[in-house]
Nanobody, 121 residues
């Protein structure tokens, strides 16, 4: 079994920062792309940022350079550093990873349960 567990969400004032973490555990042969998505009330889930196993990154255009994604392959962990947070960043943030569990298996998509980020004064 594979689990993705997010941490680091919470309440922060506008202009503040938070760092989200997501650790993958279980029977894992290789992790391909890891990413963060978010879903605000009434909205569809959207991509925030993604990072390949080699470190290539891409970000949602709307972020204006405020967020940084990184990963520690030795720890099977992906991070999202969020700076200059705005009320519109309020959402549940979900971790996603493409994971190959065995040498002979195809990679499959896995999701965490989400962590709530609330930006409010």
């Amino acid at each position: 079994q594979v689990q993705l567990v997010e941490s680091g969400g919470g309440l922060v004032q506008p202009g503040g920062s938070l760092r989200l973490s997501c650790a993958a555990s279980g029977s894992i042969f290789r992790i391909n792309t890891m990413g963060w998505y978010r879903q605000a009330p009434g909205n569809q889930r959207e991509l925030v940022a993604a990072i390949s196993s080699g470190g290539s990154t891409n970000y949602a255009d709307s972020l204006e350079g405020r967020f940084t994604i990184s990963r520690d392959n030795a720890k099977n962990t992906v991070y999202l550093q969020m700076n200059s947070l705005k009320p519109e960043d309020t959402a549940v943030y979900y971790c996603n990873a493409g994971i190959k569990r065995y040498t002979w298996a195809y990679a499959m998509d896995y999701w965490g349960k989400g962590t709530l980020v609330t930006v409010s004064s």
